[in-house]
């Protein structure tokens, strides 16, 4: 009994913060916690690393997002989170990576990180719950290093087996959607016993798809099936997902009339399928956003305005393409500078901003 009410009082208590910190933030706060951006540098005293600190701090930025390449010790990275963490204590930063398993690690044996296998080998080889147990696991030892967000699980169908982004790694769980939603399952709730979000991608599905937005332009007409969906309407429904992750994927019939847009800035994607027709009301980020599917077709300004316009709520971009020091701040003057002549543009930030505020106070 004790234990509920503790929780109950715990609950209110964020909740309480939530709206506390929504009601006080100016429109430029509100902005920079939608971007995620990547940087170089592996350590702690690097000039990316005490700008990013910086911004945190300042709330200009919401998060950063760690590669291969900012990872030269397991050490360094934990001081690298500490600071990130430190700089932003009221709301927590999104502290993010990619390890998956198998192929997709940013985390490796290399710096002595315990590898898993692919979420195909996983679920070849073990029951959902033992999948949870391995999950819970690898959650635990990113969660010790400090980050808030991997970004998985895989919620693609392995339908196509000659996919290059998706069936060639493994990443997929199965092709069948009710064993994919259970392996999901299993991989959200190992990170959460953990503290540790997650984000299940790449939404509307990438799994039958003949190319990689990684890339350039990826059209799914011909391939996409709406079985696709099944795993997240499962898991939505059931209430397991913290963030959904938007892919760069082109379907005729979701979208604008004469254009070739990606699902990722698609209005008819997020709003109508993901939100309206699947009833999802909580954090949607991009899939990076300098991928070629997105760079070789869009300006970094129409990207930024026309993701938020979507229903997008995250900006992620790695800062990879065209490494550039000051990517956030120009971010945050593209989205300030719409909100200033559009007032429908800026009453999306700040719905984004009381989505994020939300799933931050979870943040352990």
């Given at each position: 009994?004790?234990?509920?009410?503790?929780?109950?009082?715990?609950?209110?208590?964020?909740?309480?913060?939530?709206?506390?910190?929504?009601?006080?933030?100016t429109l430029e706060e509100m902005a920079g916690q939608m971007i995620v951006v990547g940087f170089q540098g592996d350590d702690v005293?690097?000039?990316?690393?005490?700008?990013?600190?910086?911004?945190?701090?300042?709330?200009?930025?919401?998060g950063?997002?760690?590669?291969?390449?900012?990872?030269?010790?397991?050490?360094?990275?934990?001081?690298?989170?500490a600071a990130f963490r430190a700089a932003a204590p009221t709301l927590a930063p999104f502290?993010?990576?990619?390890?998956?398993?198998?192929?997709?690690?940013?985390?490796?044996?290399?710096?002595?990180?315990?590898?898993?296998?692919?979420a195909r080998d996983v679920a070849a080889r073990n029951s959902p719950a033992q999948a949870e147990t391995i999950y819970a696991r690898m959650a635990a030892s990113i969660a010790e290093l400090?980050?808030?967000?991997?970004?998985?699980?895989?919620?693609?169908?392995?339908?196509?087996p000659k996919n290059q982004?998706?069936?060639?790694?493994g990443r997929a769980f199965s092709a069948d959607p009710a064993i994919v939603a259970a392996y999901d399952a299993a991989?959200?709730?190992?990170?959460?016993?953990?503290?540790?979000?997650?984000?299940?991608?790449?939404?509307?599905?990438?799994?039958?798809?003949?190319?990689?937005?990684?890339?350039?332009?990826?059209?799914i007409t011909q391939s996409w099936q709406p079985a696709e969906l099944?795993?997240?309407?499962?898991?939505?429904?059931?209430?397991?997902?913290?963030?959904?992750?938007?892919?760069?994927?082109?379907?005729?019939?979701?979208?604008?009339?004469?254009?070739?847009?990606?699902?990722?800035?698609?209005?008819?994607?997020?709003?109508?399928?993901?939100?309206?027709?699947?009833?999802?009301?909580?954090?949607?980020?991009?899939?990076?956003?300098?991928?070629?599917?997105?760079?070789?077709?869009f300006t970094t300004a129409q990207t930024v305005t026309q993701a938020v316009r979507a229903g997008l709520d995250v900006l992620l971009f790695s800062n990879t393409a065209k490494y550039h020091a000051g990517l956030g701040p120009e971010i945050l003057d593209i989205l300030l500078a719409e909100a200033a002549a559009d007032p429908a543009f800026a009453a999306r930030i700040e719905q984004s901003y009381e989505r994020i505020v939300a799933l931050k106070a979870r943040i352990r």
């Open positions: 009994m004790i234990a509920v009410v503790f929780r109950a009082f715990y609950v209110f208590v964020l909740m309480a913060m939530s709206t506390s910190l929504a009601a006080a933030a005293d690097d000039a990316a690393v005490v700008a990013l600190r910086d911004d945190l701090a300042a709330s200009r930025l919401g950063v997002m760690l590669l291969k390449t900012n990872i030269k010790s397991l050490d360094a990275v934990a001081r690298m989170n502290i993010t990576l990619d390890q998956e398993g198998g192929a997709v690690e940013r985390l490796t044996k290399d710096v002595g990180f315990r590898e898993i296998p692919s400090g980050f808030t967000v991997n970004f998985g699980p895989v919620a693609d169908l392995n339908t196509n982004v998706i069936a060639r790694f991989f959200i709730a190992g990170h959460h016993s953990a503290g540790v979000l997650t984000a299940l991608k790449h939404f509307p599905g990438h799994g039958s798809s003949t190319a990689d937005s990684h890339e350039g332009f990826v059209d099944d795993p997240y309407r499962a898991l939505i429904g059931a209430g397991d997902v913290d963030m959904i992750m938007a892919g760069h994927l082109y379907h005729a019939k979701y979208a604008d009339a004469g254009a070739q847009t990606p699902s990722s800035l698609s209005p008819q994607w997020i709003t109508g399928v993901l939100r309206d027709e699947l009833g999802f009301d909580g954090v949607v980020i991009s899939d990076d956003l300098e991928m070629g599917a997105i760079r070789d077709h």
